[in-house]
């Protein structure tokens, strides 16, 4: 099966879709199917990846606000594409120009449309949650929702990354064809990889002894992951018990967290790191795991988390949410400093071991990248079977 991706969140320079499309060309590969994307960039030009997998870069002006994306316009190059490859699925996941693009092209694929993210969370919840209630901003923003079922209607079918979105689209009044929840590389992410030496070190390097707490968590630096209030929450529990917290990742708030952190030592900023290997021992080496952000709709990190024998201390709505259970996390209310202090506090007075122990457990049930890709393919498989059967029908 050849599928090609139109896929305007494809940044080289990081992102949860970029982690999830990264593997993903590895293990269509291993399963006999060939992926193709077709991501914006600066220039035109090709990358190949395993098998037959390769990006195909379009040249497309940048993001306004955030200059690592870029935004198709010009449809032309892109149906010529799609023309060419003659594809037996293209996928789309932008609600903007390329959902017309694809959902207007002519092609014999089937056409699907993947739910990656809800802009009503990510945006206009977090714009305007100081003005009006979630409730209140919903039914201001349902134009939204009617503008995504004119495009949706152009598709054959629509998947969502996880059960979050669909219960969150259908509260609008959009129906989601299939859930298929996104995986991880289980081979990669394990409590065994817990090294009591790698948890000193990092806490020496926040200036404190190893019986302090040591707090980790992944991300962009952007508004929708809520770090300052994150960072807020820790210092405040910090004052009852040492903490250390580790925060891997960067981007258009960098500065702004590096601001927000000066003089704290406890607190240490690092990049985002390839080396998968070592952050899957940094993830098994902590204490805790702790996420912000609510307008996610999968919680992959929060899942490789808990694959490596991490507790979770997450926000109450999101994909992470989904993610958490009371054995082995703590849940907070979403966008509440507060609430997220109390949780830290009630997780590190729990028994430590007994928590590392329960999310080792819950671990065994999470997918892994093959298995979405084998979901994915398999339900594929079976739509286009069904709509060649009905096509077979009216035409006999």
Same mark, same amino acid.
């Given at each position: 099966m050849r599928i090609v991706d139109v896929n305007?969140?494809?940044?080289? +320079? *990081? *992102?949860?879709?970029?982690?999830y499309i990264d593997r993903k060309f590895a293990v269509m590969a291993a399963l006999g199917h060939e992926l193709i994307v077709i991501a914006p960039a600066r220039e035109d030009h090709i990358e190949h990846r395993a098998g037959k997998g390769r990006i195909i870069y379009v040249k497309a002006p940048a993001m306004p606000f955030d200059s690592n994306y870029g935004l198709f316009w010009d449809a032309a190059p892109i149906t010529?594409?799609?023309?060419?490859?003659?594809?037996?699925?293209?996928?789309?996941?932008?609600? &903007?120009?390329?959902? &017309?693009?694809?959902?207007? &092209?002519?092609?014999?694929?089937?056409?699907?449309?993947?739910?990656?993210?809800?802009?009503? =969370? +990510?945006? /206009?919840?977090?714009?305007?949650?100081?003005?009006?209630?979630? =409730?209140?901003?919903?039914r201001a923003f349902a134009w939204y929702s009617r503008y995504m079922r004119r495009f949706l209607g152009r598709f054959d079918t629509v998947v969502s990354n996880g059960p979050n979105l669909v219960k969150r689209m259908a509260a609008r009044g959009i129906h989601v064809d299939a859930a298929m929840p996104l995986g991880i590389e289980r081979d990669r992410f394990s409590p065994s990889l817990r090294s009591a030496e790698m948890r000193a070190a990092i806490l020496a390097e926040c200036g404190l002894p190893p019986g302090a707490a040591l707090l980790l968590g992944i991300g962009r630096h952007h508004p929708e992951k809520r770090w300052p209030m994150v960072i807020d929450a820790i210092e405040h529990a910090a004052q009852a018990h040492p903490i250390g917290f580790v925060l891997i990742g960067h981007g258009v708030e960098t500065a702004a967290v590096e601001r927000r952190v000066a003089g704290n030592r406890h607190i240490r900023l690092y990049r985002a790191t390839g080396d998968r290997h070592q952050l899957a021992r940094m993830m098994a080496s902590c204490d805790a795991f702790i996420h912000g952000?609510?307008?996610? +709709?999968?919680?992959?990190?929060?899942?490789? =988390?808990?694959?490596? *024998? /991490?507790?979770?201390?997450?926000?109450?709505?999101? *994909? =992470? /949410?989904?993610?958490?259970?009371?054995?082995?996390?703590?849940s907070f209310a979403a966008r509440d400093m507060h609430a997220c202090t109390a949780a830290i506090t009630r997780l590190l007075s729990r028994d430590q071991r007994g928590l590392r122990d329960a999310a080792a457990k819950a671990s065994e049930n999470i997918w892994s990248d093959r298995d979405h890709a084998v979901a994915l393919t398999d339900y594929y498989a079976h739509r286009i079977a069904l709509r060649d059967e009905t096509q077979a029908r009216r035409s006999a």
């Open positions: 305007e969140f494809y940044s080289p +320079t *990081g *992102g949860g879709v970029r982690s010529a594409l799609l023309d060419e490859l003659d594809p037996d699925v293209v996928e789309c996941c932008s609600p &903007w120009r390329p959902a &017309w693009i694809v959902g207007n &092209w002519q092609g014999r694929a089937l056409k699907s449309f993947f739910l990656h993210n809800d802009n009503i =969370a +990510t945006y /206009a919840q977090r714009w305007f949650e100081s003005v009006a209630s979630p =409730a209140r901003i919903e952000c609510e307008a996610e +709709t999968f919680g992959l990190v929060v899942s490789e =988390a808990l694959a490596s *024998g /991490a507790p979770l201390i997450v926000p109450d709505e999101g *994909g =992470a /949410a989904d993610v958490a259970q009371p054995a082995f996390a703590e």
